[in-house]
């Protein structure tokens, strides 16, 4: 079926979009396969609304007949003469529009279209294989780097480390990419065995290897130990030759002691200290699935809520557990970050599945660490090996976002938590990190709906066979293109090579208010405020020139706390 014929009614004159910080408009609405477009009647040809379907998470419609009644006329039902209607539209980038659209009839055949073009479940329908910008080509490669690319970058992993190609098919990991960095000392035939004791085939790998003490961080899903203690002596190997000779590694396990015990009786398990004698066994309880999507949820309608009551603010706000979410990432990643910078200890860190918590985790502890991953290059970078080739589930975590009423399958926001902790460290380190806050809004934005195939689908796999990479434009390299890559660079960035230890004290931790309060009045005044602080900086540095702006040295960084009063001086705006 032709997405075409999805399309009730094509356009409709005289409709009157209501949306944030703009007065209310009256033009023509357009529905295509893909977009919904609104153009003023003022001037011919102007575009005041282009909107991707996909980014739709909900919509509502209520109709009213010629008396101002509400109508409940079914489609196969009479149309009332003069009648009209109202299509709430919630976005998944939480923007909230209206649409008053005369005529009952196009009133539901827009309704319609909209709920069935904004829920394709076709990966080869969505708009990234139809996007061409003329910017952009398809020849080339896919991506910022590769598994072989990355190794062959980081000198320090030649001695003792490897690239297996034992997943070039996918039969060993599904959800892995083809190539894996594993110990020198560990063959293929070790890896499969492992993989078979681990839930969905995820064999422990290397994810990062420190710079200054070769410590590494590894990540892997669950052993399936099971209710009789079974054991794989292949996976003991290989977990013992990332320590070598050290005397102990860390295993931080993120479920708690009393869920990693239950797992046993379905089927999982843990790491037992008599079979990994090495290894020291950490708990740390993160939630995820169900939970951390109602958590959103939530803090959502907390947002949306008009009452100018303090006290029902606060409430909602301590009841979604949002910020505990960001408080028990960031205090397991410094958790992590401090086994290896300051133990001088390798970490293995897992909890079930090992493709949400497990990488929220790992992503913020190299940020704590790697000064390489605080670059803008070194972000986008970071988030593509630890999201997207180590099979993070986006087609299934992100179908629905706060809006949706559809019932909850697989959501969960886990990258978008990652981006409210990233921010959470910008915020407190705003010398630290090349990027600015732009650039993880726009993030926040494209991993729902997007022009771009980066987020497609579950796993390399997922996108080596639908052709997501010869058919679509990579996300990343379009945001480093000279031309574009200047509105998301920090012009505070100051170079340092040392840790930075985010602070997780309650007082610390803040709404991101860029993010989940970004359609409000008070969003739009601090986002100016910020434009005409970093105009200034601009101004300053080009005048006197960056040494007389910025400190000669990275001596701000080395008590490793937070320096946050230049951001807190933007709420006199």
Request: one cysteine or more.
């Amino acid at each position: 079926m032709e997405l075409s014929e999805h399309i009730k009614t094509a356009n409709v004159e005289d409709v009157t979009l209501i949306r944030p910080f703009h007065p209310p408009l009256k033009g023509t609405l357009c529905v295509t396969s893909h977009h919904l477009l609104f153009s003023d009647r003022k001037e011919e040809g102007s575009r005041q609304l282009l909107l991707l379907l996909r980014n739709i998470d909900a919509i509502e419609k209520s109709v009213e007949n010629l008396f101002g009644y509400p109508s409940y006329t079914s489609k196969a039902g009479p149309r009332a003469q003069g009648s009209s209607g109202t299509v709430t539209i919630k976005c998944k980038d939480l923007l909230v529009l209206q649409l008053e659209i005369p005529g009952m009839e196009e009133c539901l055949n827009i309704a319609s279209s909209i709920e069935t073009l904004s829920s394709l479940e076709s990966v080869r329908e969505m708009y990234p294989f139809f996007y061409r910008p003329s910017h952009l080509s398809l020849q080339g490669p896919w991506g910022l780097s590769s598994t072989e690319q990355y190794y062959k970058q980081t000198e320090r992993l030649w001695d003792s480390w490897r690239l297996s190609n034992v997943n070039s098919d996918y039969s060993v990991c599904p959800s892995y990419a083809r190539t894996a960095i594993v110990p020198r000392e560990v063959d293929d035939d070790m890896l499969i065995r492992s993989a078979r004791f681990r839930q969905g085939g995820r064999f422990p790998v290397l994810s990062y290897c420190h710079h200054r003490n070769r410590m590494v961080i590894m990540r892997s899903s669950q052993p399936l130990t099971g209710a009789n203690r079974k054991r794989c002596k292949e996976d003991e190997l290989l977990l013992q030759a990332v320590i070598g000779g050290s005397e102990l590694g860390y295993i931080v396990d993120l479920r708690s002691a009393q869920q990693a015990q239950q797992a046993r009786m379905t089927g999982g398990g843990f790491e037992s200290k008599s079979c990994y004698n090495h290894w020291k066994r950490l708990h740390r309880h993160h939630e995820r699935g169900k939970v951390l999507q109602e958590s959103l949820i939530k803090l959502v309608e907390a947002c949306a809520d008009s009452s100018h009551s303090v006290d029902r603010w606060l409430s909602k706000l301590e009841n979604s557990k949002w910020l505990s979410h960001v408080h028990s990432a960031l205090s397991t990643a410094g958790l992590v970050a401090e086994c290896v910078e300051r133990d001088g200890h390798s970490v293995l860190v897992h909890g079930s599945e090992g493709t949400d918590t497990t990488l929220l985790v790992t992503t913020l502890a190299q940020l704590i660490l790697d000064p390489a991953c605080r670059t803008l290059n070194g972000f986008l970078g970071l988030l593509e090996r630890e999201w997207i080739q180590a099979g993070h589930p986006f087609q299934q975590r992100c179908a629905h976002s706060a809006h949706s009423h559809a019932r909850l399958k697989h959501e969960c926001p886990s990258f978008l938590l990652v981006l409210d902790c990233v921010w959470q460290m910008w915020r407190q380190f705003p010398l630290a990190l090349e990027f600015s806050e732009a650039l993880l809004l726009r993030l926040a934005q494209e991993v729902y709906a997007s022009d771009y195939g980066t987020f497609l689908c579950n796993s390399e796999q997922e996108r080596c066979a639908l052709g997501v990479k010869e058919n679509t434009h990579c996300l990343f390299q379009s945001l480093l293109k000279p031309d574009i890559v200047e509105q998301y660079l920090n012009p505070l960035y100051e170079h340092t090579d040392l840790a930075i230890w985010p602070s997780v004290h309650p007082q610390s931790l803040q709404l991101w208010t860029g993010l989940f309060l970004r359609w409000t009045e008070h969003a739009q005044n601090m986002e100016e405020a910020r434009e005409e602080i970093l105009n200034i900086v601009k101004e300053n540095r080009q005048r006197v020139g960056p040494d007389q702006t910025t400190p000669t040295s990275s001596t701000h960084c080395e008590t490793f706390t937070p320096f946050e009063n230049l951001m807190d001086e933007l709420t006199i705006f």
